[in-house]
């Protein structure tokens, strides 16, 4: 069906819908009898369904941009007007963290799946690889920087992870924060060259981490590093590949726009990206609190820390998967 057809089907129901909402905006302050609503009550969630239809339609069919717009907002203000998130900013980071984020996560899968292969696919295998050819680490990594990840996972070390002047967890904190927000968003913004800036910055960094991984694995500081990352790996891993899935997501929209205008392609991308950057951000900012404040605690048994890991990687994968399905249903 052509936009214009579709429009003219079904223009006449969105206004109502449209209709509905302010009504119902204007009846938390109005005092007096109440008028005749656009919609009967009982009729609301079939018409919200039917509109969630609508949108998925237009999408699939890669309407305007405009049309795709402006059904996202009468889906979103009726979603905040049915289940109540448009209360105070609290609960809407609320319903964003229980429910928008991890669906926003599974809606872009496809994107997901490769930045994750991207990324991990390179940090495994040079993790293996250096075991049978640590000097191929020098490659990666200067001579310098190599030597100063001996120190800082060291039996030596005070505090794992960072070098002996770096002893303030609250400055450490902020470094974390801003090397995790960096990172995050250059692979993110590297999207915005046709995907390729996301490509790079993806196996970049699965180089780099995997690269001092093996080294320090074949080094004999197994222990003292994987005590050290298991904390706050799952967060700051998976943000990662999260921000480089919405880099991807730009990419496509500039590579593959369809029936789109590539600027108007790149807006709904955007859009759709947003809530991945959003939650990623979130993310890394706690994987920096971990990383300041409990990863390098020596004086914590590696075994504590590796269950603590192990839950955490457990909870954020269960998180991702099932996390807001329940008000999908």
């Not at 180089?207 to 222990?223: C, D």
């Not at 706050?232 to 997501?249: N, P, Q, V």
């Not at 947003?274 to 048994?301: D, K």
């Not at 890991?309 to 008000?327: D, E, I, P, S």
Request: net charge positive; aromatic share 14%.
């Amino acid at each position: 069906m052509k936009q214009q057809d579709f429009e003219a089907a079904h223009a006449a129901r969105w206004e109502q819908f449209s209709r509905w909402l302010e009504e119902s905006r204007a009846l938390r302050t109005r005092r007096g009898p109440a008028p005749q609503p656009a919609i009967v009550a009982s009729e609301v969630p079939a018409r919200y369904r039917e509109l969630c239809q609508h949108l998925a339609l237009a999408r699939d069919r890669q309407y305007s941009a405009e049309l795709i717009e402006r059904l996202s907002r009468l889906a979103l203000a009726g979603h905040q007007r049915l289940y109540g998130a448009h209360g105070n900013a609290r609960s809407q980071v609320a319903a964003f963290l229980l429910r928008g984020f991890p669906s926003a996560v599974r809606a872009q899968l496809p994107f997901v799946l490769v930045a994750c292969l991207l990324f991990f696919g390179p940090l495994l295998v040079l993790t293996g690889a250096l075991q049978r050819y640590p000097d191929f680490a020098y490659v990666i990594i200067p001579p310098d920087q190599v030597e100063s990840f001996g120190e800082m996972y060291g039996d030596e070390a005070q505090k794992l992870g960072r070098k002996r002047e770096a002893g303030d967890d609250a400055v450490m904190f902020g470094f974390y924060i801003w090397n995790n927000v960096r990172i995050g968003f250059q692979t993110f913004a590297g999207g915005m060259l046709f995907g390729l800036g996301a490509l790079f910055y993806l196996l970049f960094n699965g180089l780099y981490i995997g690269t001092v991984m093996g080294y320090l694995v074949y080094a004999g500081f197994a222990t003292n590093f994987f005590s050290f990352v298991s904390g706050h790996s799952a967060f700051e891993l998976s943000a990662i590949a999260l921000c480089g899935a919405a880099g991807l997501r730009l990419g496509y929209g500039l590579v593959a726009p369809g029936r789109l205008r590539r600027t108007d392609a790149l807006r709904l991308a955007a859009r759709e990206a947003l809530p991945l950057v959003i939650g990623a951000a979130c993310m890394l900012v706690l994987a920096a609190a971990i990383e300041a404040f409990w990863s390098p605690r020596t004086e914590i048994p590696p075994s504590v820390k590796y269950t603590v890991g192990g839950v955490l990687w457990l909870v954020t994968l269960a998180y991702f998967g099932f996390m807001g399905r329940a008000r999908a249903a």
